[in-house]
T-cell receptor, first 114, second 115 residues
Framework: DSGVTQTPKHLITATGQRVTLRCSPR?????VYWYQQSLDQGLQFLIQ???????AKGNILERFSAQQFPDLHSELNLSSLELGDSALYFC?????????????FGEGSRLTVL | AQSVTQLDSQVPVFEEAPVELRCNYS??????LFWYVQYPNQGLQLLLK??????LVKGINGFEAEFNKSQTSFHLRKPSVHISDTAEYFC?????????????FGKGTKLSVIP
């Protein structure tokens, strides 16, 4: 158990809809990262938040947005969903007191868009 | 920017045989290097990491990797695999000097251990 909790584990929705994925980082971790894992693209970095502020942005579509709340949990919002958005979405958190560079991953949220 | 190439998408190997999973990277800056493992229906778990110092890094479950700067490689090895090692393995890099630990992953290598 990594200590990172993601909900929901599975989600099935239709094209054009909007969903929210939630992540609770490990206790004490200030950074949260979102990754998308798909068969064709592999693991793609989407976005990072540090203590409530956006720190880095990767290949995140404009239809997607994220935020980190004062209690450090994070949400990834996916809107106007397309079939190609079907993927496994991982959240990870990191220790920020040292430069270990290790990320702790949750078990992911599997999104299926029909 | 960084990129990672995992040369083999699938590697079948017999139980108790040695295995090497290959990883090459490209970067214009110094990097940290990682291997993560993903068991079926689970998240990624860190196997080992290279930050600095000795180029031979030992990780969990008997795995080790060697950083070769001249060849920009970070191959993962295990002298004798077990059935339980069946999983997907990801090589990753991050810039060593940045405050962000943004990882760039390779596309993964599926290791199948044959009884």
């Amino acid at each position: 158990d990594s200590g990172v909790t993601q909900t929901p584990k599975h989600l099935i929705t239709a094209t054009g809809q909007r969903v929210t994925l939630r992540c609770s980082p490990r206790s004490g971790d200030l950074s949260v990262y979102w990754y998308q894992q798909s068969l064709d693209q592999g693991l793609q970095f989407l976005i990072q938040y540090y203590n409530g502020e956006e720190r880095a942005k990767g290949n995140i579509l404009e239809r997607f947005s994220a935020q980190q709340f004062p209690d450090l949990h994070s949400e990834l919002n996916l809107s106007s969903l397309e079939l190609g958005d079907s993927a496994l979405y991982f959240c990870a958190s990191s220790v920020t007191s040292g430069k270990t560079g290790e990320l702790f991953f949750g078990e992911g949220s599997r999104l299926t868009v029909l | 920017a960084q990129s990672v190439t995992q040369l083999d998408s699938q590697v079948p190997v017999f139980e108790e045989a040695p295995v090497e999973l290959r990883c090459n990277y490209s970067s214009s800056v110094s990097v940290y290097l990682f291997w993560y493992v993903q068991y079926p229906n689970q998240g990624l778990q860190l196997l080992l990491k290279y930050l600095s110092g000795s180029t031979l890094v030992k990780g969990i479950n008997g795995f080790e990797a060697e950083f070769n700067k001249s060849q920009t490689s970070f191959h993962l090895r295990k002298p004798s695999v077990h059935i339980s090692d069946t999983a997907e393995y990801f090589c990753a890099v991050s810039p060593s000097g940045a405050g962000s630990y943004q990882l760039t992953f390779g596309k993964g290598t599926k290791l199948s251990v044959i009884p």
